[in-house]
């Protein structure tokens, strides 16, 4: 992806190059752009590695078996049995490991050369993924409490005299059922956004500077220290697509916590 044109001269990036056009079945309800091609790619990348590693376990595990069970025992002990516990977290771990797989396989594509732009950097793929968050929550506090105690748990606050619950108890409603798979879901999608924007800005001002800014006094200098720009920013988007499915995973172990507890 680039941001100079043909008649020579620099653009920044716009929004615009989040909503490509169409590159397969356009016209029709399967219409396919290069995000919805980029999220399919990242998808089947992440069932084919899982399955290539995990089809023949072995108590002595390989290689691949080995580095799968690894970084599924990072989501376990790093994220849901710290948050959960081993008992609450047994049930939950299968929707935040595919949680946290998925969003850092669809973060990851933003730096590989040839998709170039995250799966989530649309708000619809951090929707969903805020949206299965949000049902855990709600179901994993219903199954628990029932859901009179449930609702009662998350919009009265223990210990604030009663009158104030008439002012607290809409705030909790609107925090806690609205504003947080709002957050999330931002949090994310703009992370990926800026960062897509940063290294589009460097490795398109690279490219102008040694191609199309031959003539002009210090081009060349100033391409080197945009290209190490690009490069350094690539090893802090790989940390950033990696922080960002931590955080939200983390984020989403913590909600369901606080619907399974006693009181928050």
Not at 60 to 89: C, H, N, S, W, Y
Not at 170 to 190: A, M, T
Not at 211 to 221: D, K, P, R, V
């Amino acid at each position: 992806m680039t941001s100079t044109h043909d008649d020579g001269e620099f653009h920044p990036p716009t929004l615009a190059e989040f909503f490509p056009p169409a590159i397969f079945f356009e016209g029709t309800p399967f219409e396919m752009n290069r995000i919805v091609l980029v999220r399919l790619l990242a998808v089947a990348a992440l069932l084919l590695l899982f399955y290539i590693a995990l089809r023949r376990t072995t108590r002595v595990p390989g290689r691949g078996q080995t580095i799968a069970e690894m970084a599924i025992d990072f989501v376990k002990v790093q994220i849901v049995d710290q948050i959960l516990g081993e008992k609450d977290g047994r049930r939950f771990l299968p929707l935040l490991a595919a949680m946290f797989f998925g969003i850092l396989a669809m973060n990851i594509t933003g730096i590989i050369p040839g998709l170039n732009i995250a799966g989530t950097s649309i708000f619809i793929v951090p929707v969903v993924f805020a949206l299965a968050g949000y049902i855990a929550f709600v179901y994993a506090g219903i199954k628990q409490h029932g859901g009179l105690r449930f609702f009662k748990n998350q919009l009265f606050l223990p210990g604030v005299p009663w009158p104030m619950h008439f002012i607290l108890a809409p705030v909790e409603l609107l925090n806690v059922f609205i504003v947080r798979p709002i957050s999330l879901s931002l949090r994310l999608l703009l992370n990926m956004m800026v960062g897509h924007l940063l290294l589009v800005l460097c490795f398109a001002a690279t490219h102008f500077l040694f191609i199309t800014g031959e003539g002009l006094g210090f081009a060349s200098a100033f391409g080197v220290l945009t290209l190490i720009g690009g490069i350094v920013m690539t090893v802090i988007e790989f940390a950033v697509a990696l922080l960002q499915a931590y955080i939200f995973t983390l984020l989403s172990a913590v909600y369901i916590q606080q619907s399974v507890a006693e009181e928050h």
